[in-house]
């Protein structure tokens, strides 16, 4: 079975602050993908990464970077966190196989900025 | 452009009736389809996929769905509820050739199942 780690169940951040959220996959997955769920909007794409040190924006990339230097771990990265960025985050990732390969998702971090 | 809608943000049915959710997509090209299921505090688990071949799709816990072309539909059904049912369900569509990348997905909303005794 896939198994996409991310380190934290529940982060409580202040205003201002770095914040990292670290993914890690288990299964040799090209594609590498983090989403933000908000309720009544679904999963929106931040950004994704479909190789090591490559990276594509997605949807709602403002105040959000990402970082790929190993194939199984991406790291999401708010620069400075604002309370419009409380959310739940998710990983996911995939084969890169023409977009019929399903996502495998983490557990989710839910954010709180304070 | 791609796009997923999910009529109904929650439905509710009796244990043992039958689960109908709805999802109608829109794609230039054509789709591969997914519905996956959210339990509480938990990530998205697949519960089935269309890509070719066979338009009724089955899936893990007795569901299935059926990708209707003429219809841009893909909707999801179950023939009796189960209390274990309740959850979050949300069905995406691929959105191929996007960055240069295959493989991203585009969500709907979502629709909440509760399942009443």
């Known amino acids: 079975d896939v198994k996409v780690t991310q380190s934290s169940r529940y982060l409580v951040k202040r205003t201002g602050e770095k914040v990292f959220l670290e993914c890690v996959q288990d299964?040799?997955?090209?594609?590498m993908f983090w989403y933000r769920q908000d309720p009544g909007l679904g999963l929106r794409l931040i950004y994704f990464?479909?190789?090591?040190?490559?990276?594509e924006k997605g949807d709602i990339p403002e105040g959000y970077s990402v970082s790929r230097e190993k194939k199984e771990r991406f790291s999401l990265i708010l620069e400075s966190a604002s309370t419009n960025q409380t959310s739940m985050y998710l990983c996911?990732?995939?084969?890169?196989?023409?977009?019929?390969?399903?996502?495998?998702f983490g557990n989710g971090t839910r954010l709180t900025v304070t | 452009a791609q796009s997923v809608t999910q009529l109904g943000s929650h439905v509710s049915v009796s244990e043992g009736a039958l689960v109908l959710l709805r999802c109608n997509y829109s794609?230039?090209?054509?789709?591969?389809l997914f519905w996956y299921v959210q339990y509480p505090n938990q990530g998205l688990q697949l519960l089935l996929k269309?890509?070719?071949?066979?338009?009724l799709v089955k899936g893990i816990n007795g569901f299935e769905a059926e990708f209707k072309k003429s219809e841009t539909s893909f909707h999801l059904t179950k023939p009796s509820a189960h209390m274990s049912d309740a959850a979050e369900y949300f069905c995406?569509?691929?959105?191929?050739?996007?960055?240069?990348?295959?493989?991203?997905?585009?969500f709907g909303k979502g629709t909440k199942l509760s399942v009443k005794p």
């Open positions: 996911a990732s995939s084969l890169r196989t023409g977009g019929s390969s399903p996502l495998h």
């Open positions: 299964m040799d997955h090209e594609n």
């Open positions: 990464s479909y190789d090591v040190k490559m990276k």
């Open positions: 794609s230039s090209v054509p789709p591969y």
């Open positions: 269309y890509t070719t071949g066979a338009t």
């Open positions: 995406a569509v691929s959105r191929p050739n996007y960055g240069g990348s295959q493989g991203n997905l585009i």
